[in-house]
């Protein structure tokens, strides 16, 4: 009786299909879905940068006129 179940199984297991391959939409949507999460780019947080020191004010000119002496 044993070799005849080993025997019944064994047509069985050739003439039943194989398990269904992905389909190429699904291998592709993984591929993409994959190498978006790789392609993520984690940025650090900036801090914008001091602002600068302002200049100190220019020396105030005096305009110099010359007067002339009366003779």
Do not use: G, H
Not at 10 to 33: D, G, M
């Amino acid at each position: 009786m044993r070799n005849v179940d080993s025997w019944w199984k064994q047509i069985l297991k050739f003439f039943t299909p194989l398990p269904r391959e992905k389909s190429k939409a699904a291998i592709q949507k993984e591929i993409y879905e994959k190498a978006w999460k790789e392609s993520a780019v984690v940025l650090k947080k900036y801090d914008t940068p001091k602002p600068k020191k302002d200049k100190k004010p220019a020396a105030k000119k005096t305009k110099v006129t010359r007067i002339k002496k009366k003779k």
